[in-house]
């Protein structure tokens, strides 16, 4: 299936998804609808569905592959006709196949074709007639109208069901029986394959690794009392940690960042008094932002947060301890900050910057 991007937000958090386009059957007309996956097991068709109640919707017709000859078809706002000579592509149960795939795809698990390769991998260490049927296995549960694209564009998926069938067995859409050539024929099929994608990969991530190796971190707004280190919260803006910057200590890196974007010298001064962030933003909305701020904020923001780290090392051992993780920061206060986690972005790269210092690589 040709991948297609698509995500909702889920309190601020977004959640990855793909679609494809399906029929609903409402009444005795068809309608050709998106359906979208999500990477946390939610399908969105006509309403958000659970992975068991979109099978149950499958298998009541509701959503469905398998229009009637003769009956109206319908899409939203373009055109009606009437399908005439209808021929499906794929079956319910291989529709479901494919969306239960893809969600395991876009959550980073193993996929159907992910299991069937390590399935030939435990083959060729192992030609058992155990490893065998473990692979046949695993080529029938991918996807039946996906299978083709298991191999290249020459061979397709026929050395994947030629090294799955026992000598002299015949292949599942028939044909001649399996020979030792044959065999032999898919094992070098899968060498010589195994020699590209390690020379592929070996170009490709010749710096590292293409993902992060480190679980997300979440920093939420905290209500109450303050955790301490090594709580990844007192990374927050918030976070009673002073900063001096400019000549001036502030309470907080929020309350530097809000003085440091007004124009009037006294409302700095005020924010830097008042009475927490939330105040100190409300102050500067009654203020004027100082020239040529939309453009230098971020910059602003990071060198704030290099000099709290700097100030305070117990909090950059905290960012440091965070590896490579993906940094999600809820909540800013600022809609432009919150816009594409900037504020995430940016500890992520500060963050980089100090860990290249410590490992004397800068």
């Given at each position: ?281 409300q102050l500067l909305s009654a203020g ?11 910059a602003v923001l990071a060198e704030l ?15 440091l301890a965070t590896g490579d993780a ?37």
């Amino acid at each position: 299936m040709t991948k297609r991007r698509a995500f909702r937000m889920v309190d601020e958090e977004r959640i990855e998804g793909t679609w494809r386009p399906v029929f609903v059957r409402n009444g005795e007309t068809f309608f050709l609808t998106d359906l979208i996956m999500y990477a946390d097991g939610v399908v969105e068709c006509w309403g958000m569905l659970t992975l068991d109640e979109f099978r149950a919707k499958l298998d009541s017709g509701w959503i469905t592959v398998t229009p009637v000859d003769g009956a109206p078809v319908s899409t939203f706002e373009l055109a009606t006709w009437d399908f005439a000579n209808s021929d499906a592509w794929l079956t319910p149960d291989g529709l479901f196949a494919e969306v239960r795939n893809e969600m395991d795809r876009l959550a980073g698990r193993p996929t159907a074709e992910d299991r069937c390769d390590a399935a030939v991998d435990a083959f060729v260490r192992e030609p058992t007639e155990e490893n065998r049927a473990a692979l046949l296995a695993a080529y029938l549960a991918v996807p039946e109208h996906e299978r083709m694209f298991l191999g290249d564009m020459d061979v397709k998926d026929w050395p994947y069901r030629a090294l799955a069938t026992p000598l002299g067995g015949t292949l599942a859409d028939g044909g001649d029986p399996v020979t030792a050539e044959d065999h032999a024929g898919a094992l070098e099929y899968f060498a010589d394959r195994g020699r590209m994608t390690g020379e592929l990969d070996a170009r490709r991530h010749s710096d590292g690794p293409a993902e992060t190796s480190d679980p997300t971190v979440v920093l939420d707004t905290i209500y109450g009392q303050w955790p301490a280190p090594p709580s990844v919260h007192v990374l927050r803006a918030e976070y009673p940690a002073a900063v001096e910057v400019g000549g001036h200590t502030y309470p907080t890196l929020g309350r530097a960042y809000w003085a440091l974007a007004a124009a009037d010298p006294a409302v700095r001064d005020a924010i830097r008094e008042a009475d927490g962030d939330w105040r100190a933003r409300q102050l500067l909305s009654a203020g004027q932002l100082r020239p040529g701020w939309p453009a230098a904020r971020e910059a602003v923001l990071a060198e704030l947060h290099r000099a709290r780290l700097r100030q305070h090392p117990e909090l950059l051992d905290v960012l440091l301890a965070t590896g490579d993780a993906r940094i999600v920061y809820r909540g800013s206060d600022s809609a432009f900050l919150d816009a594409r986690d900037r504020m995430g972005r940016i500890l992520e790269q500060v963050r980089a910057e100090f860990a290249a210092a410590r490992a004397g690589l800068l």
